[in-house]
């Protein structure tokens, strides 16, 4: 399974992205899906992760402000990120949990900029 994220760019505070995921290869390999953050010589941190059910959790400091979602049949997932602040801006990176164990899958980043 390769994960391929696309969907990042600029855009002025209180703007919105719209960030999706697919996983190309066995899909159905993967379960629970999620975006995390990171920067260069920082640590990695969770923004939010999907079932394969709809079951959603967020980090406190998106609540109210993203959405995550996904359309298994389409082995996708998005991240609806509106009212967008400065602190949001990071590189994004989509992840998915392997069904039968091991490693999860990670993707490439995709970069957010939110310019004050």
């Known amino acids: 399974v390769q994960l391929q994220a696309s969907g990042g760019g600029l855009v002025q505070a209180g703007g919105s992205l719209r960030l999706s995921c697919v996983a190309t290869?066995?899909?159905?390999?993967?379960?629970?899906m999620g975006w995390y953050r990171q920067r260069p010589g920082k640590q990695g941190l969770f923004v939010a992760m999907?079932?394969?059910?709809?079951?959603?959790t967020y980090a406190d400091s998106v609540k109210g402000r993203f959405t995550i979602s996904r359309d298994n049949s389409k082995d996708t997932m998005y991240l609806q990120m509106n009212d967008l602040k400065p602190e949001d801006t990071d590189v994004y990176y989509c992840?998915?949990?392997?069904?039968?164990?091991?490693?999860?899958?990670w993707g490439r980043g995709t970069l957010v900029t939110v310019s004050s």
């Open positions: 992840n998915a949990v392997r069904r039968f164990g091991g490693p999860d899958y």
């Open positions: 290869g066995s899909g159905f390999s993967v379960t629970t």
């Open positions: 999907i079932t394969r059910s709809g079951s959603a």
